[in-house]
């Protein structure tokens, strides 16, 4: 059996942050070391006009969150990629590359308040003007793995160094 | 700023699970304690035609991967719903309803092995013939947060007793 249908999304909000282009944000929302100052980025996610405040409800509260993404600057992806932290070639869907069938992004966020249809997200890593497809609560019993074996990752970080994954290569200042 | 331009996703694979109706499922894909056996269910992916088998290289040697999916059995969402575990009703958005503006899943599933175009998971809670967006591997560093505090589940299980979600209210065995 396959699935011959598409699926069709409408962002449910917007991502503003301080990243403009790709070579700006870091390669992963946790990865921050790169950065000029170490710190995380504050962004704003706007909810979209189509929904009502109330989908926010009960989400303050809440350490982190879950955006679900468009990687919406891709032009184009490939079968296998080479990941920023070197090494050969890889899969693509054994990566985090934006390079992907489908140009969706996960990342988990740090969410520090909520005011009206505006969401304030620290570690974010992501581009200006990212449309957000979804948000969901982080809940630790059912993503945390902490000790789950992360295949070639783990093996290239054994070489090179833990969570070897480079920061932006050229900072980007707020002026 | 807003986001009017909507995205269309084709398939990257389908999901071959022994649940077939949603009430055989367990609610997140880590309860299990609720079915029958205690047991995590096998399920298969069976990645789609389109798509080279090289996109999964690498992959083998994740212990867990990440699926992004789609909802397909649903008929409408709303803005706040009642959560299986009980209490007042929430807003969408803070909660894993399948019940959402896009009704796109996410789950992270134990990868036992990749046959050709053939993934064997474990810790499913999907249904038959889910709809799959993207595999992400399952990487602890970016995605593994133990302690991040999770809101009114918190509140929730603090009252009721530790990871309080339901399993399968009628499980189904495999004749």
């Not at 509260?61 to 932290?85: A, H």
């Not at 009206?116 to 945390?144: F, H, M, N, Q």
Request: glycine fraction near 8%.
């Amino acid at each position: 059996m396959t699935n011959d249908q598409n699926y069709n999304f409408q962002p449910i909000g917007t991502l503003h942050s301080p990243y403009a282009n790709r070579i700006d944000a870091p390669h992963q929302s946790t990865v921050t070391a790169g950065t000029e100052t170490g710190e995380s980025a504050v962004a704003t996610l706007e909810l979209a006009d189509w929904l009502d405040e109330r989908v926010l409800q009960d989400l303050e509260g809440f350490e982190r969150i879950w955006l679900i993404y468009v990687f919406n600057r891709n032009d184009g992806w490939r079968s296998t990629v080479k990941p920023p932290r070197g090494g050969p070639k890889r899969g693509v869907l054994a990566t985090r590359s934006p390079h992907r069938p489908n140009m969706i992004g996960l990342s988990a966020v740090k969410l520090e308040k909520i005011e009206g249809r505006k969401l304030y997200l620290l570690g974010v890593d992501l581009l200006e003007g990212t449309p957000i497809l979804d948000i969901k609560p982080y809940v630790p019993y059912a993503d945390a793995f902490p000790d789950s074996a992360a295949g070639w990752i783990d093996t290239h970080d054994l070489i090179q160094g833990r969570c070897s994954a480079p920061g932006p290569r050229k900072p980007r200042s707020n002026n």
